[in-house]
């Protein structure tokens, strides 16, 4: 029988577009240090370490192999996992297998990403035929476009709900210390001023390149009396990766997300995701992919989430907060960006979330990793040991 597991620490760096002032190893330290302060915990107690990153990206392998002084793992029982955009958040179900199975029973998940000493470009540009998939070759850009012309096709969405949505998000990301972009936009007609990249696609509209880290420590139960910090107990994960391209069978396809959503909350008792669920942090690429995957989610129906946004229920302190860190529209060291998605929900679980605190006593978070390839992580957890 699997064993209750908890997350008993979290700890990020500061992000930015450049972190010149550190090497790989001393930003991960920088993420380690910050989440073994917030457990109360010393590097004696953690028992092992997964660590991962996009790392296509830096285009340097096996890194894990020189982080480990950095981060305290040496000597120490480890392994490196790396899954394209949805790398964080399959750190952290890492960690959860190995507590609940009773492997290990302390683990600390640690990802990150620091991109300018790599060619991020070249990495994408290598993944794709450039004669059968050439449009591909625009990266997320060109395919995030293709999503918002076909969501705005199929659901009536006027242009400027891109440019409402990035207006909640920049407001979140305000009250989050650690983002990256914490922009001032104060109207909708400043936030439609922004320069297109491929229309309706707006600069503001899509994720920036982040560089920073994210940790979590996961305990098991029999460990938890003996933290400091408030537990946030994992209630349940899944994985859902059938290979899928963007396009499936000439159609847009997000049945990658509806199926990893309708498995978690089947299997939990879920039938209305909106009101049992407190806080939502999804890992959405584009303001449109916001829109779009809330409803892919379960969260609502098809062409309902912009008319939601139109009456601003998503903010931080409205009826369903939605990514009220600014999410990955504000920051996105990608192979961190998804445990980061599940740390900020076990924060806001734990009621640390700062100004960023949503507004009534949360009791499940709901965080999810999204990689081009149709894969997609979903992670439920919950303030209370049930």
Known sequence: MARRTAIVGVGQTYHKARRPDVNIGELCAEAAKACLEDADLMIRDVDAFVLGNMELFEGRYCQDMWQADFVGAFGKPGIRVTTGGTTGATLACVAFEYVASGVYDTVMALGFEK????????????????????????????????????????????????????????????????????????????????????????????????????????????????????????????????????????????EDLTMAASRLFRRNGITKPREQISVAEIYAPSTWAELEWLEAYGFCEKGQAWRLEEEGHFYWNREFPVNPSGGVVCTNPIGATGLIRVAECALQLRGDAGEHQIWREPTLGFATAWGGSGWTVAVLLSAQKE
């Open 115 to 254: 991109q300018s000493e790599g060619d991020t470009r070249a990495g994408l540009k290598t993944v794709s035929d450039p004669l059968w998939i050439r449009w591909l070759t625009t990266g997320a850009i060109g395919y995030f476009s293709r999503q918002a012309r076909y969501y705005m096709r199929e659901t009536g969405a006027p242009e400027h709900m891109g440019s409402l949505v990035r207006m909640r998000l920049a407001e979140h990301a305000k009250r989050n210390p650690h983002a990256h972009l914490r922009l001032e936009i104060k109207n909708i007609e400043e936030a439609m001023k922004a320069p297109y990249l491929i229309p309706p696609l707006r600069q503001t509209d899509m994720c920036p390149t982040s560089e920073g880290a994210c940790a979590i420590v996961v305990t098991c139960e029999e460990r938890v009396p003996k933290m400091a910090r408030r537990p946030v107990w994992v209630k349940d994960w899944v994985t859902v990766h059938k290979e899928a391209m963007y396009i499936r069978g000439g159609k847009h396809s997000v």
